[in-house]
């Protein structure tokens, strides 16, 4: 069994021990409150406001679980190599996609102020032509670490 903690790249970090977690759909609330927290970070940089999307919602979720599944916070997932494969395969045409993960006892106020004061995350934020914006979580096998994940993206054409 790996330990939790253990980096196998900068972005690929076992969390915890894989297992069964617990899965949930995003709720409009959730989208929205992400959305908005987003739009808090972009209106002060005079960028145009993204807007909550169910389809990125729904990659966010279902990429939360596969990391939570596999107790491993990574970009990557099981059968996909980012965010854009996760988008496409739900309808969604991007002509950019970025992606912010986490794991750890952090709710959704917690988690987005995070990504607010972290660089790299921020910049993920921050990119001008984003408009459409999902957030998913899920809860490891251990009941305890919450796996987050935020998908920005903007649609072709």
Request: include cysteine; hydrophobic fraction near 40%; glycine fraction near 12%.
């Amino acid at each position: 069994m790996v330990k939790p903690g253990t980096r196998f790249s900068d972005n690929d970090i076992q969390a915890t021990a894989a297992g069964k977690p617990t899965c949930t759909a995003t709720s409009a609330a959730q989208n929205a409150a992400g959305a908005q927290a987003t739009n808090a970070v972009r209106r002060g940089a005079g960028l145009p406001p993204v807007q909550p999307n169910p389809a990125l919602a729904r990659a966010a979720a279902r990429h939360a679980c596969d990391m939570a599944e596999r107790g491993r916070m990574a970009h990557h997932g099981s059968g996909t190599k980012g965010p854009s494969d996760r988008v496409k395969a739900l309808g969604y045409q991007p002509s950019v996609t970025a992606e912010n993960i986490a794991a750890g006892p952090y709710g959704i106020e917690r988690v987005l102020a995070e990504w607010n004061g972290s660089q790299g995350h921020r910049a993920n934020m921050l990119i001008p032509q984003v408009r459409d914006y999902g957030i998913g979580q899920a809860i490891g096998a251990d009941g305890k670490t919450r796996f987050w994940a935020a998908v920005y993206a903007a649609p072709r054409g």
